[in-house]
């Protein structure tokens, strides 16, 4: 597997045409991974939509980094039907400011996955035209696929049951 | 059960404390997805789900329906989650197996492989000639056997009851062949990193010859009932009508997108597990509706039929598993004189292997589409991160687009042919 971007011309050409929006890029196990920037990341996702062709976002989901900062990945999983390639794009985020922009109005895709990656991290979507839960049931608190949420059987937190819960735990309250 | 359990006449009081967060969907996000008419009352709204039969598990849909044609459709989805992703986390990569098959239920080793190969890949293992071509084999009997189940339940949605039983008939040769290699009906979990669980055992190739043998005619017996029956197609042909630009937007993948005329198939763009070796054509439709995605799939029964027979007559000699002893678990026997072999399985069963660091993506071609699976790994035994990429997750975002116009009785035929599993839908 090559392991370097000069044995990969097609995607030399992108990275050279993405200019300064690309601040990383790491080829591993044949795969590429951009890394860009909240700020040029619907720049960048246009760029890669219409002019490289990559017409499909295949998915998107985020990684919990914890306790590295920043903290959380955004990962654009795309691919080109047309050029037979696939492209990894992703943005970092701090654990203090948890938004990014959405990617709905480039990819249509991106609705579901983004409400998915919402309702499981807490990262918001601006400019998203219906952020609301997906998976988890509605009354439901937290975000259960966060790092400081124990893998553990416990009992679910609605909305009607949380005081209950928190008062049957373990720790010390004052 | 605690003291404290709640009373039933105790949660409505809460619920009346705490904000409105417990609301499914506020009235300013409900405005936003249905049209003004609703709020008039020119047109109304109805749920359908989550339990219908015809839904396929648990999904609810709520209709806005002007007379019987559906102006707008908002999914709701989650009633199937499980929390595999998360779980995932708390497990060593060879523990993670099992929970892998119960993502879509009706093709467990479709699942396996996207997460094992992934694995695979951040270790940068070989895996062996014919644990490959043993695993092309029972990949292309999942598909059959998750393309027998979508055709007898699409047909009995529509009205067609005959074809479900044939079906179920024809799915339990395939569902010996699982029980005969892994011991497992539904919850195969045959596959292991870096090759199989075992070789298979003898009788194997009889089984699969004889599905080889009684398929192609139990094939035109489907055709028969189906294929030109005009009460079939009035209900299919020209129903759930998605253009190709629309189906690629909406991340559809799988024969429902082949169904509207785009060519697109893992095992042809980015071959696995030796696919590349084997000769199958793509069947591909034209219209987009819900009768060319039938076509499709029915024509996907063949090429699996072709694919198989080929693995059969070419299968290699040798071991089914890769040798490096930090992955593959030693003999049984050797443990016994063989100290090294003791700590490797001691090792392996108590901490297992550590996976470099890295991020790698894998997907494989599932009944459905694109299943894939992304892993973050930390270095360490357990992976940071494990993603399923839910082939029926991203066709069941274009349903709205596909059904708007529709006869609310469409729903059900379209619903069907799209072919989601909640389980995998919601993970």
């Not at chain 2, 070989?126 to 339940?153: F, K």
């Not at chain 2, 139990?218 to 009460?231: A, F, T, V």
Request: charged share 25%; net charge negative; hydrophobic share 40%.
């Amino acid at each position: 597997m090559p392991d370097t971007l000069v044995s990969l011309p097609d995607f030399s050409g992108i990275v050279a045409d993405l200019g300064d929006a690309v601040i990383e890029t790491v080829v591993a196990h044949g795969e590429v991974t951009l890394v860009t920037t909240r700020e040029r990341l619907i720049e960048a996702l246009t760029y890669l939509r219409n002019q490289a062709r990559f017409e499909m976002l295949v998915d998107e989901t985020c990684v919990d980094y914890f306790p590295q900062e920043p903290r959380f990945a955004i990962v654009y999983q795309l691919n080109s039907l047309s050029r037979t390639m696939r492209l990894r794009v992703k943005v970092f985020l701090s654990e203090h400011d948890k938004t990014i922009p959405s990617a709905c109005a480039v990819y249509l895709s991106a609705n579901w996955l983004e409400r998915e990656i919402y309702d499981l991290f807490g990262v918001t979507f601006e400019g998203h035209p219906d952020l609301r839960r997906i998976l988890m049931p509605a009354g439901y608190e937290g975000h259960p696929l966060l790092k400081e949420v124990p893998v553990t059987v416990e009992e679910v937190a609605f909305s009607f049951n949380r005081r209950r819960i928190d008062a049957d735990k373990p720790y010390a309250r004052e | 059960m605690p003291a404290n359990n709640p009373t039933l006449h105790e949660a409505p009081e809460s619920v009346l404390t705490e904000s409105n967060a417990q609301l499914d969907i506020t009235l300013e996000q409900l405005k936003k997805l249905v049209t003004p008419r609703a709020f008039t009352g020119e047109t109304m709204l109805l749920n359908m789900g989550p339990q219908h039969p015809s839904t396929h598990g648990v999904l609810r849909l709520l209709l806005e329906l002007d007379g019987e044609t559906i102006v707008s459709c908002i999914p709701d989805i989650g009633f199937l989650h499980t929390g595999i992703e998360k779980t995932h986390e708390g497990k060593t990569y060879s523990k993670g197996i099992p929970l892998t098959d119960r993502i879509d239920y009706l093709a467990p080793l479709s699942n396996n492989l996207a997460y094992v190969g992934c694995v695979e890949k951040l270790l940068d293992l070989e895996v062996p000639l014919r644990a490959q071509y043993i695993r092309v084999i029972l990949l292309e009997l999942t598909r059959m056997n998750s393309h027998l189940v979508w055709l007898g339940t699409h047909a009995l949605d529509i009205g067609a009851m005959s074809v479900f039983l044939y079906c179920m008939r024809e799915r339990e040769m395939i569902l010996d062949v699982y029980e005969l290699v892994a011991g497992a009906r539904m919850m195969t979990s045959y596959f292991r990193v870096g090759g199989l669980w075992r070789d298979i055992p003898p009788g194997f190739t009889d089984l699969v010859q004889k599905i080889l043998d009684v398929f192609p005619e139990r094939l035109l017996e489907y055709e028969k009932l189906l294929k030109d029956n005009p009460m079939w197609k009035e209900r299919t042909v020209g129903i759930g009508v998605i253009g190709k630009e629309d189906a690629i937007a909406y991340g559809m993948t799988g024969p429902s997108l082949r169904g509207s005329g785009v060519n697109y198939d893992v095992r042809k763009a980015y071959p696995y597990s030796s696919y590349d070796q084997f000769e199958f054509s793509v069947p591909v439709g034209s219209n987009g509706d819900v009768y060319d995605r039938y076509r499709c799939r029915m024509e996907e029964f063949h090429q699996s039929l072709k694919i198989i027979e080929q693995a059969m007559k070419r299968l290699p000699a040798g071991p089914v598993m890769v040798d490096n002893r930090k992955i593959a678990p030693p003999p049984k026997h050797e443990i016994a004189y063989s100290m090294e072999s003791l700590i490797h399985h001691f090792k392996l069963w108590t901490e297992g292997f550590s996976v470099p660091e890295g991020e790698a993506y894998f997907a494989v071609e599932s009944g459905k589409g694109e299943f894939g699976c992304y892993i973050s790994a930390n270095g360490g035994p357990k992976p940071r991160r494990v993603h399923f990429r839910a082939p029926s997750l991203c066709n069941l975002q274009a349903l709205p687009r596909m059904s708007r116009g529709c006869l609310i009785a469409d729903m059900v035929a379209i619903v069907g042919s799209i072919d989601i599993v909640l389980g995998e839908v919601d993970r």
